[in-house]
């Protein structure tokens, strides 16, 4: 299979989420929310923990154009 460096698959992010207001009990996730071209509703991706307060996670680049997306964690 060949891969086009100019019309890529999906993205990739990876962030840090800081720890406060949570008790050791409690447990973290996140998520991206990514929008397509065109479209006007968010989709989710989870995002998976990676090591120490860094966390990674992708979306489906499903067109060509403009997409938006955002960090969410909890």
Known sequence: RQVNLLQPEFVMSVGDLIEGGKSTAEKYAAAILYQGPGETEWHRAP?????????????????????????EGW
Request: net charge positive; charged share 30%; no cysteine.
């Open 47 to 71: 995002m998976r923990f990676v090591d120490n307060d860094r966390w990674a996670g992708t979306f489906p680049l499903e067109r060509i154009g403009r997409h938006r997306y955002t960090v």
